[in-house]
């Protein structure tokens, strides 16, 4: 297996923010938003492990490996120190980054995260990684969305693209399996929350499936949280100004 890992970098600013896609997804997740946020800084979006051009990375399926292999990489890119903002899958990725190594996290922005609460829509996952057909694929995205969104065309083409890779779906359904069981998910402890001392803000939609708004409650006291009403899994394309806005703030908080 290779441990190379793949990022699609844009910006050259004196500040370095790296972006963490949800599970099934990939570098791509962030095509109308990386921009943006390249005029103020170097902009790093990761395809994580098992996914996309990271596909053959050995850290798939591990919440705790994606965070070491991201750090790692950082390590052989000679950055230290970065912000990071995280989806989903990419949002327990970004906070077990902080909690390894606080030191080397600036900011956090946490897109409705992983493991901040016991309950998943696993079905919606294995339909994700496991569709009938690119019809199948988009219903797939659109339920994981607030009722009557439509995952845009270019969106749907981009992942049926990424899972026609051999092996792809397979992953996929790999890494389901390790996410989900019985609908449940692993818990980050609030009490290791409690211990980030940089910035961090957490962003949800009130119609959240997938990982249910309830879950932002109860955050520590330096958390700030973004409520979206109406809003459901898919920050990125269904709150995508919203989503550049938090991270760009959350990074100011910073400096």
Do not use: C
């Amino acid at each position: 297996m290779s441990e190379t890992l793949y990022a699609r970098e844009k910006g050259s600013g004196r500040e370095t923010l790296v972006l963490l896609h949800g599970f099934g997804g990939h570098s791509m997740d962030w095509y109308d938003i990386q921009p943006d946020l390249a005029r103020d800084a170097k902009v790093l979006a990761y395809d994580l492990p098992g996914h996309a051009r990271s596909l053959d990375h050995p850290a798939a399926g591990s919440a705790s490996g994606m965070a070491k292999a991201i750090l790692a990489d950082l390590d052989q890119r000679g950055i230290k120190r970065v912000h990071v903002a995280g989806f989903s899958m990419g949002g327990a990725v970004a906070t077990l980054m902080a909690l390894r190594a606080p030191d080397r996290v600036a900011s956090l922005t946490l897109l409705a995260p992983g493991g901040f609460g016991p309950d998943i829509s696993e079905e919606r996952l294995k339909n994700l990684a496991s569709p009938n057909g690119t019809d199948g694929l988009r219903d797939a995205m659109n339920a994981m969305g607030a009722p009557g969104f439509e995952m845009p065309t270019k969106n749907v083409a981009v992942y049926a693209a990424m899972q026609s890779v051999p092996g792809q779906r397979e992953k996929l359904a790999e890494i389901a399996g390790k996410i989900a069981r019985d609908g449940r998910q692993g818990e980050i402890p609030r009490d290791s929350l409690a211990t980030l001392a940089m910035p961090v803000t957490v962003v949800w939609g009130t119609a959240d499936p997938v990982l249910p708004f309830s879950q932002s409650h109860n955050l520590p006291d330096g958390f700030q949280l973004v409520v979206l009403a109406g809003v459901g899994h898919m920050l990125p394309e269904e709150a995508r100004k919203s989503v550049i806005q938090a991270i760009r703030t959350t990074m100011r908080r910073a400096t």
